[in-house]
């Protein structure tokens, strides 16, 4: 279940991911499957070679990638999602959704 985000941020990630940038979207987002995961986070870019290239520098498989048919993206969530936000340098939402990490 997601919850904790309003309809600007998801159409301004929305946009980005439509012109081929990496746009990062996260929300609190409960589901049994991860327990102690409060939040997940939306790495998304409409050019799948793009996205590829860009989740290998973390690690993560293009098997991974969500393929949506509009908004293709990789779903991030736990300690990787916290060293990539920090990575990217992603203040806001690391701050909202995890303000112990700094």
Known sequence: MAFGIDRNTL????RKVDRGEIAFLT???LDDRFPG???VTK???NNYE???EWGSKYGLREEWIHRDERYPHFDLFGDRQKQILFAE???DQL?????STK
Do not use: A, D, M
């Open 11 to 14: 159409n301004k990630w929305k």
């Open 27 to 29: 929300h609190y987002w």
């Open 37 to 39: 995961c409060t939040s």
């Open 43 to 45: 790495v998304g870019c």
């Open 50 to 52: 793009q996205l590829s």
């Open 89 to 91: 340098e992603q203040w």
């Open 95 to 99: 701050e909202k959704f995890h303000p």
